[in-house]
């Protein structure tokens, strides 16, 4: 067997074993000297090749426009959460009421886009913290959900991004984020299995305490049938 196909073997496997190395989302040094009107350029061009070596004709009224809309929608929509500058600015406030117990926001929509095969994930998010003193307002906690997956993301790193980006805006360890969602990695290719969906969670500070947690969880409620 050759090499080159020893290796394509391995990032095959690599992909479908859902795997990640790191919290971070793999980024390059100089991924923003081009501004975003020079990414769209560029990536057109990669598109309109991937979809000339396709046999496509781009010719069609249908498809000639398809590369510039691709190319807008990677750099403005999927992938916008690559961007710092986009990072939603969550203002904290004082917890005036002494609220203390837990508080939870379920079932935040959930768009992604897997890293392996750039399938979409979709699916919800659920999360919750304790406040220290301070709260945030409840749509900050979808708009950072919604930052972190706007990227090539695999859902075990989703998770850890949102709750320690929610750890730092709150000054506390107290915050918990589960997601349960569907890969159209595993849906529409592959096994395609279109029932099976993927559930992960990350817990920080009292939500490691199991009563704490199994409050968390009876909050929630999941339903994966959707």
Do not use: W
Not at 89 to 94: E, L, Q, R
Not at 97 to 122: A, D, F, R, W
Not at 149 to 158: D, G, N
Not at 186 to 209: M, P
């Amino acid at each position: 067997m050759k090499i080159k196909d020893t290796l394509d073997e391995q990032f095959e496997a690599l992909g479908d074993d859902h795997f990640s190395s790191a919290s971070d989302t793999p980024m390059r040094k100089d991924a923003f000297v081009l501004t975003d009107s020079e990414k769209i350029e560029r990536i057109q061009e990669n598109i309109r090749a991937v979809m000339l070596t396709l046999g496509l004709d781009l010719e069609d009224d249908s498809l000639k426009g398809t590369p510039l809309r691709v190319a807008k929608m990677f750099v403005n929509e999927l992938f916008g959460g690559l961007h710092p500058d986009r990072k939603p600015k969550a203002s904290t406030f004082d917890n005036k009421y002494q609220y203390g117990e837990m508080l939870v926001e379920k079932n935040i929509t959930l768009y992604s886009t897997c890293e392996h095969h750039l399938l979409p994930i979709v699916g919800r998010a659920h999360v919750a913290y304790i406040s220290n003193g301070t709260v945030v307002g409840l749509s900050k906690m979808n708009r950072i959900v919604d930052y972190y997956a706007k990227r090539p993301q695999v859902q075990e790193r989703l998770n850890i991004q949102i709750v320690k980006e929610l750890q730092e805006v709150l000054g506390t360890k107290d915050v918990a984020c589960v997601i349960d969602a569907k890969h159209l990695c595993v849906n529409s290719r592959g096994i395609r299995d279109i029932e099976s969906s993927t559930v992960t969670a990350e817990y920080g500070g009292k939500f490691k305490e199991d009563s704490v947690r199994r409050e968390f969880l009876d909050y929630i409620n999941i339903d994966t049938n959707f």
